[in-house]
DNA sequence: AAGATATTTTGATGATTATCTAAATATAGT
DNA sequence: ACTATATTTAGATAATCATCAAAATATCTT
């Protein structure tokens, strides 16, 4: 299930570019909503989705959850698409 | 709609089959509908996902249709993980 | 404990998706 | 032209998905 729901993840938009913001800094989930023309309930789905893909992590700080990138996923995928895009017959 | 599609195309893990077999080399719809347990039309919807996708590639030779590998799309999609992946702040 | 703020959960809806069977199209050989 | 082979298209169905409004939960402040 990993790579399809990192895929599956990666598939959607708004969901690369939160992905794509958390990238700078680690932001709480309202920054991230207010970024968006999206209601908070949407947003709060759609973080969700890239937690269960593994590829943000969540913590508490007070009031606020903090969202930040988790990049060992992306060794995984980026493992499958150099090994996709590296011919077999090539020697080199 | 290039980077949508292309992570869609991935997430199903019949079409990273099909992808991963094609890298050994072109194979008719035939043969690639002969490895699955799933029916043929579904097979054909698939190909058609990964040709609209931008992956695949068919070419009509008689009675077959061979499929091949088209390597054009995934620099897009690596480089965009490639971006992501290098957290901005480092420097080298 | 009561109110304010931040975020998620619930429940509903319309859109897309994976899959099937049956029918259609295209090519090759007789 | 007819038949066989290869593949796609059409039509249907059940599952998943993105989205919203409303309600619920968690933390802080007073």
Redesign the pocket.
Known sequence: MGLSSAF?AL??P?RRKILYMLRERDM????I?EKFD????????????LKQAGMVV?E?K????YYSLNTSVFEEVVAFLMELWGRKETGF
């Open positions: 599956k598939s959607d708004v709480t989930a309202g920054e909503a999206i209601s908070w309930p949407t947003i709060s789905h759609h973080l969700n989705v969540d508490r007070g009031q606020n959850i």
